[in-house]
């Protein structure tokens, strides 16, 4: 991906005309642009499909990032809650290829 940038992302860039003072939608508004012009309209080395074409068809299958997984990538790992475990399952069990049991995580927990 880097490279991607490096190569060919930027030496697009600095062909495209930039307001005088651009910001940061200026910006995001020109990568979709490249996006649109270059990168929908090339062919996949392996399958020959156009990216675009590739890219519309798997977009209705694709499902949002959960906001856990979100924060903590943005590096705020308490910004929003694990949702809680509520059941227990013995996984050597499972391994062995035995009725696994789940049990309620409820009848472990110990009043403080």
Do not use: N
């Not at 190569?7 to 990568?31: C, K, M, N, R, T």
């Not at 519309?56 to 979100?70: F, S, W």
């Amino acid at each position: 991906m880097i490279r991607e940038v490096k190569e060919i992302l930027l030496p697009w860039l600095s062909g495209q005309v930039l307001p005088a003072w651009p910001v940061l939608a200026d910006y995001d508004a020109l990568a979709r642009r490249w996006v649109e012009e270059i990168v929908a309209a090339r062919r996949h080395r392996t399958t020959g499909r156009l990216i675009g074409d590739a890219w519309r068809e798997e977009q209705p299958t694709l499902t949002a990032i959960p906001p856990r997984v979100l924060a903590t990538v943005a590096g705020a790992d308490d910004a929003v809650p694990s949702p809680p475990c509520t059941t227990v399952i013995d996984l050597e069990q499972h391994r062995r290829g035995e009725r696994v049991q789940v049990r309620d995580l409820a009848k472990y927990e110990v009043a403080l």
